[in-house]
């Protein structure tokens, strides 16, 4: 039975599906926001959708109204973060400021920059060089000025690369499970035996799901819990023994991905971003797991739900 609290998610793509099916898991009432007003498959039949155009600042209030808890989890298309994105979060952290509700974002890692193999964690300073990291940046300055500043409580999750049901475009998606499962090469970029953490998308939903309960979250930024980190090569190799058969990859190099850029804008904004793959790419996250308890999901567990879920969506 759902409670009166209304938690309203901006976003109806796999993190806000992940949300959302935590968020009814735990009774609460949930409202979905979408530029369509269309359902997709893996949102729970109790959620209600509705469509907004999120570049109004009044509608998107309007859209919150009742709402105690608010969730960033919207994505524009990755070619055109710097035109779209910072406005699209100012107005949905206006439109939760103006009901008085909490507001958790969904964030990643672009604003820490170039690590140089050295683990991420959440005290880093912000030294974006890549124009997407700048952008992240802004936005996490942001977020957090507004909670200083009295003017909206929030939290933000910070999550890697992420794998799990309905995680199509990620690095690790469907390029990887999805080929896979249809029997071909999984493709990959970057050093293949360097290690790289990967998020599994249902601990992604779980930790929002936590930040936008627990009074204690708010003002500070949290790393989602992973399962232990291996090298993209163990990881795939996983991926082919739930599936029985012997690992195949396929290594897209900077070449071909600039190539590929000339006709797929997305392809060739993920060259800036490569950084990422072609050293240790460790994430921490020991701070949640210490404050709330939560470990990620073991990786061979998540790899199976995730195989089954492209197996039933991309048969072979």
């Not at 124009?131 to 929030?154: D, L, N, Y």
């Not at 990887?176 to 998020?199: E, N, R, W």
Request: net charge neutral; aromatic share 8%.
């Amino acid at each position: 039975m759902a409670n009166s609290e209304l938690h309203a998610i901006f976003g109806t793509g796999p993190v806000g599906q992940a949300l959302a099916r935590e968020l009814v898991r735990c009774g609460k009432t949930v409202k979905m926001i979408n530029r369509s007003g269309k359902k997709p498959a893996g949102i729970p039949d109790s959620v209600t959708i509705v469509a907004g155009d999120l570049s109004e600042a009044q509608a998107a209030r309007d859209l919150v109204r009742g709402a105690t808890v608010v969730y960033q989890c919207t994505n524009p298309p990755y070619d055109k973060w710097p035109e779209l994105f910072p406005q699209l979060q100012a107005n949905t952290l206006e439109a939760a400021a103006s009901v008085g509700a909490k507001y958790i974002v969904a964030d990643n890692l672009y604003m820490y920059g170039d690590t140089n193999g050295q683990p991420l964690h959440e005290d880093l300073p912000y030294r974006a060089h890549t124009k997407k990291g700048r952008v992240r940046a802004q936005m996490a300055e942001a977020v957090m000025a507004a909670q200083h500043s009295g003017k909206v409580r929030a939290a933000v999750a910070r999550a890697s690369d992420f794998y799990g049901p309905a995680a199509l475009g990620s690095a690790a998606g469907d390029r990887m499970f999805g080929f896979a499962v249809q029997g071909k090469a999984a493709s990959v970029v970057g050093d293949l035996d360097a290690p790289h953490t990967y998020t599994y998308i249902d601990d992604f939903g779980k930790v929002l799901a936590i930040l936008g309960e627990r009074e204690e979250a708010l003002g500070q930024v949290w790393h989602v819990p992973n399962a232990e980190t291996l090298t993209t090569r163990q990881f795939i190799t996983l991926i082919f023994n739930e599936l029985q058969r012997p690992p195949k990859l396929s290594a897209m190099s900077k070449a071909m991905l600039r190539l590929g850029g000339l006709f797929i804008p997305p392809a060739r904004e993920l060259v800036e971003m490569l950084y990422e793959f072609e050293k240790p790419f460790v994430v921490e996250s020991r701070k949640f797991t210490q404050t709330f308890g939560m470990q990620g999901t073991p990786v061979r567990e998540a790899i199976k739900t995730t195989v089954a879920w492209y197996q039933q969506n991309f048969p072979g």
